[in-house]
């Protein structure tokens, strides 16, 4: 089956051609356009076969960017591999109809139909472990670290030394136990799903001026001007609510002259699509069966990041409508440089002439004093 792909025709098939070849804006709507039509002759396929094909093909073109990203090839290159599952389908299809596949209906049904269900299932197992919490919460530490020296360099300020902190959206707690060697005065964490919230007091039983409060990040539940410092990283892109209204309503729990960090998907870019074909490929999979599935075979924070990137919804924000939103609501505000060999931004991938290809305007994060 000949490729529509554009990298067969305007160039040769030739990875070094590839390699110097940063493509053009009507290239990455081929890749999408060909993301769709993978997709389309996924939903002909059926259960139960396509409880074990789609979480494949998920794996294999997810991770196929991922290498393409740390090895710093063409982004373009992964065109042959959406091709080749666009064959793949084709054979299945006809096979289907040729009756070698079993459909049958299956009694499995995900309970799992929202962002908030998603994540209250996953983090919990995949951090269940000692080891693979402390594994999670390497990350967090050295964002932790960086947010206590921008607060002092830029705004005089200690960030969390006897201060009143939040996480809104803590997930399994990796923030507030990298805060806590700080010596805030309380870190309260609050996170929509219920599972989460049990295991965070379990894990932290025992240390004082730590409290977990099951709440949502559309509205939380505090009052206003209760917290020194907020903390929202990478979770309004998750929320199914305007950006400024969360914003506000975060900025409404900060006293005067507190501080706010908060980390957004930007929008653009190959990998977004990616992760949206994903998450409309994964749509028919229990959760729960994709678990089970490789929970034994993938490290557990790399099948965190699978199936984060699989089984919820990003909502992508224009840079600089973010950076009006926190002008509104804050007295100042710095942009947070990316880490290197953890952030996707320009600095972290000054090396790659790829990076607005693959990522569009990367990470947003922020730090702001109200």
Same mark, same amino acid.
């Given at each position: 089956?000949?490729?529509?792909?554009?990298?067969?025709?305007?160039?040769? $098939?030739?990875?070094?051609?590839?390699?110097?070849? @940063?493509?053009?804006?009507?290239?990455?709507? @081929?890749?999408?356009?060909?993301?769709?039509?993978?997709?389309?002759?996924?939903? *002909?396929?059926?259960?139960?076969?396509?409880?074990?094909?789609?979480?494949?093909?998920?794996?294999?073109?997810?991770?196929?960017?991922? #290498?393409?990203?740390?090895?710093?090839?063409?982004?373009?290159?992964?065109?042959?591999?959406?091709?080749?599952?666009?064959?793949?389908?084709?054979?299945?299809? &006809?096979?289907?109809?040729?009756?070698?596949?079993? @459909?049958?209906?299956?009694?499995?049904?995900?309970?799992?139909?929202?962002?908030?269900?998603?994540?209250?299932?996953?983090?919990?197992?995949?951090?269940?472990?000692?080891?693979?919490?402390?594994?999670?919460?390497?990350?967090?530490?050295?964002?932790?670290?960086?947010?206590?020296?921008?607060?002092?360099? @830029?705004?005089?300020?200690? &960030?969390?030394?006897?201060?009143?902190?939040?996480?809104?959206?803590?997930?399994?707690?990796?923030?507030?136990?990298?805060?806590?060697?700080? *010596?805030?005065?309380?870190?309260?964490?609050?996170?929509?799903?219920?599972?989460?919230?049990?295991?965070?007091?379990?894990?932290?039983?025992?240390?004082?001026?730590?409290?977990?409060?099951?709440?949502?990040?559309?509205?939380?539940?505090?009052? $206003?001007?209760?917290? $020194?410092?907020?903390?929202?990283?990478?979770?309004?892109?998750?929320?199914?609510?305007?950006?400024?209204?969360?914003?506000?309503?975060?900025?409404?729990?900060?006293?005067?002259?507190?501080?706010?960090?908060?980390?957004?998907?930007? +929008?653009?870019?190959?990998?977004? $699509?990616?992760?949206?074909?994903?998450?409309?490929?994964?749509?028919?999979?229990?959760? +729960?069966?994709?678990?089970?599935?490789?929970?034994?075979?993938?490290?557990?924070?790399?099948?965190?990041?699978?199936?984060?990137?699989?089984?919820?919804?990003?909502?992508?924000?224009?840079?600089? #409508?973010?950076?009006?939103?926190?002008?509104?609501?804050?007295?100042?505000?710095?942009?947070?440089?990316?880490?290197?060999?953890?952030?996707?931004?320009?600095?972290?991938?000054?090396?790659?002439?790829?990076? *607005?290809?693959?990522?569009?305007?990367?990470?947003?994060?922020?730090?702001?004093?109200?």
């Amino acid at each position: 089956m000949e490729s529509n792909l554009f990298v067969y025709k305007k160039i040769n $098939d030739s990875n070094n051609e590839l390699d110097s070849y @940063q493509g053009q804006p009507e290239d990455l709507d @081929q890749i999408k356009k060909e993301l769709n039509n993978l997709l389309n002759k996924a939903l *002909e396929i059926k259960p139960p076969i396509s409880y074990d094909l789609f979480p494949s093909i998920a794996i294999y073109l997810k991770w196929r960017f991922d #290498y393409l990203t740390n090895t710093r090839q063409s982004p373009f290159l992964i065109g042959k591999d959406i091709n080749y599952w666009n064959t793949q389908l084709d054979m299945m299809i &006809a096979f289907q109809r040729e009756k070698w596949i079993n @459909q049958k209906n299956i009694d499995q049904k995900s309970s799992i139909t929202n962002n908030i269900q998603s994540f209250d299932f996953m983090w919990p197992k995949n951090t269940d472990e000692e080891t693979n919490f402390n594994d999670s919460k390497k990350i967090a530490e050295l964002r932790v670290d960086q947010i206590s020296k921008i607060a002092k360099d @830029q705004f005089s300020l200690d &960030a969390f030394k006897d201060k009143i902190v939040l996480d809104s959206g803590c997930g399994p707690g990796r923030y507030i136990y990298s805060i806590k060697k700080y *010596e805030p005065q309380n870190i309260t964490g609050v996170d929509s799903g219920n599972s989460i919230i049990k295991s965070n007091i379990k894990r932290f039983k025992g240390i004082p001026n730590i409290s977990f409060v099951e709440g949502d990040c559309k509205k939380l539940p505090f009052d $206003d001007n209760s917290f $020194d410092f907020v903390l929202s990283a990478g979770v309004l892109h998750h929320v199914d609510a305007p950006l400024n209204k969360t914003i506000e309503d975060h900025s409404r729990v900060l006293k005067p002259g507190g501080l706010f960090f908060i980390f957004l998907v930007g +929008e653009g870019g190959m990998e977004l $699509d990616i992760w949206n074909f994903c998450e409309k490929l994964l749509t028919s999979v229990p959760m +729960e069966y994709f678990y089970e599935r490789f929970k034994n075979s993938i490290h557990p924070l790399r099948l965190q990041g699978v199936m984060d990137h699989s089984f919820s919804s990003y909502f992508h924000t224009n840079r600089n #409508y973010c950076e009006k939103l926190l002008d509104d609501y804050f007295e100042e505000f710095v942009r947070v440089p990316g880490v290197k060999g953890l952030d996707v931004t320009n600095e972290t991938f000054s090396d790659d002439a790829y990076f *607005e290809t693959r990522f569009g305007s990367g990470n947003l994060r922020y730090m702001c004093k109200k």
